[in-house]
C-alpha cells in the first residue's frame, strides 16, 4: 500500500501529466491556427504521450490500493509569438517534468517504497527522451530563424507518429 505522502505527490504527478497533455494540445491548436499543420501533429502526438503517462500513474496509484483523486486542470497559454517560442516553452516544460520526476524518486526513496522506485525509473528514462525531443526542434528552429526553410521543417514535424 502506499503511505499518505507518497499517495498525495503520485496524484499530484497525475494531475501534472493531464496539465502536460492540455499544453500540448494547446500548442497543436496555435500551430494549427498558424497553418502548420507538421507541428500540431507533433504536438498532438505528444498530448497523447502525456495522456498515457497520465495512465501509468492513474494505475499505480489504484494497483497499490491508494485513491486516485482527480484534480482540476490549470488552463494553459493559446498563444505564443513564434514556432520557436512554444518548443522552447515545451523544453522549460519537460525540464520541469523532470524535476517533478526526481522528486518522486526521492520522496519513494525517503518513503522505503521499492515498488514505487521500480515504477518512477521508467519515468526516469523517458524524460530523458522528451527533453531530447524538444530540444532537437529548439535547435532545428534555431537554425532556421524566421526562413522559409521553417515549412520544411513543419513538414518533416508531421512525420511524426
Known amino acids: 500500500m502506499l503511505s499518505p ?3 498525495e ?3 499530484a504527478q497525475l494531475n501534472a501529466e493531464y496539465y502536460s497533455s492540455y499544453l500540448y494540445l494547446s500548442m497543436a491548436a496555435y500551430f494549427d491556427d498558424a497553418n502548420l499543420p507538421g507541428f500540431a501533429n507533433w504536438m498532438k502526438v505528444q498530448s497523447r504521450e502525456e495522456l498515457g503517462h497520465a495512465m501509468k500513474f492513474y494505475d499505480h496509484i489504484a494497483d497499490r490500493r491508494g485513491r486516485v483523486a482527480l484534480r482540476a486542470i490549470e488552463a494553459p497559454p493559446t498563444q505564443w509569438k513564434s514556432p520557436l517560442a512554444a518548443f522552447e516553452d515545451a523544453l522549460k516544460h519537460e525540464q520541469k517534468v523532470t524535476g517533478l520526476i526526481n ?6 526513496a525517503s518513503e522505503g517504497d521499492s515498488a514505487a522506485d521500480v515504477f518512477l525509473q521508467w519515468f526516469v528514462a523517458e524524460q530523458v527522451e ?3 525531443s ?3 526542434m529548439v535547435q532545428k528552429l534555431k537554425l532556421v530563424g524566421d526562413s522559409a526553410q521553417i515549412l520544411m521543417l513543419d513538414e518533416a514535424a508531421g ?3
Open 5 to 7: 505522502k507518497l499517495q
Open 9 to 11: 505527490a503520485l496524484n
Open 134 to 136: 524538444a530540444d532537437e
Open 159 to 161: 512525420q511524426r507518429s
Open 103 to 108: 522528486d518522486l524518486v526521492k520522496l519513494a
Open 130 to 132: 522528451e527533453e531530447k
